[in-house]
């Protein structure tokens, strides 16, 4: 899609790897600048942080996941995936974090809005058909990255709608969370 000016473009039949790339790049972290440290536990099946752990660069261990504040995170491993396990980091409380290696991290370009994509990813549709596209053996399957690339969208909206939808679709999540401790 490149360069294309989505407000007045709807584009039909696209895929997600056209909205986002996967497992970015990092950028350099200072060893006493403060991350997010943000583990499988720590994300709720219906896609909220439960638990944001602080703590400096130099406390965190080599092999973990790197992501940044809007960055979209996608459980990778059954039955996390399954179960909805994924986060938009629009809220996280610092500019940089790190995370289980379970988890796929999509950072959204120019032409998306991060709770947009992270709404596409929480759908049944969207975890129903990456489901069925797992790859290893019981108890050990993973989705692809090039399965959540490839995942086709019927339709992308303008920026402007992505945030309309994303803003309707959070304003639901927070009503039902009040509902729900009522």
Do not use: W
């Not at 399954?82 to 991290?105: M, Q, V, Y």
């Amino acid at each position: 899609m490149g360069t294309m000016d989505n407000e007045k473009l709807r584009i039909e039949n696209c895929q997600l790897g056209d909205l986002c790339q996967i497992s970015p790049s990092r950028k350099p972290i200072g060893d006493d600048e403060t991350v997010t440290f943000i583990g499988m536990e720590d994300v709720s099946g219906d896609g909220k942080i439960i638990n944001h752990n602080l703590l400096p660069y130099s406390k965190t261990k080599n092999g973990l996941t790197h992501f940044e504040k809007n960055d979209v995170l996608v459980a990778k491993i059954t039955p996390c995936f399954e179960n909805g396990k994924g986060a938009c980091l629009d809220n996280l409380k610092t500019e940089k974090g790190f995370g289980s290696t379970e988890f796929h991290i999509l950072r959204v370009n120019n032409n998306s809005v991060p709770r947009y994509i992270f709404y596409h990813t929480q759908s049944e549709k969207f975890r129903r058909k990456l489901a069925a596209e797992m790859v290893g053996s019981a108890g050990q399957k993973r989705v692809s990255a090039s399965a959540i690339l490839n995942y086709q969208l019927s339709i992308v909206h303008s920026r402007s709608e992505q945030t309309a939808i994303a803003t309707a679709l959070n304003d639901a999540d927070a009503l039902i969370t009040q509902l729900e401790k009522l």
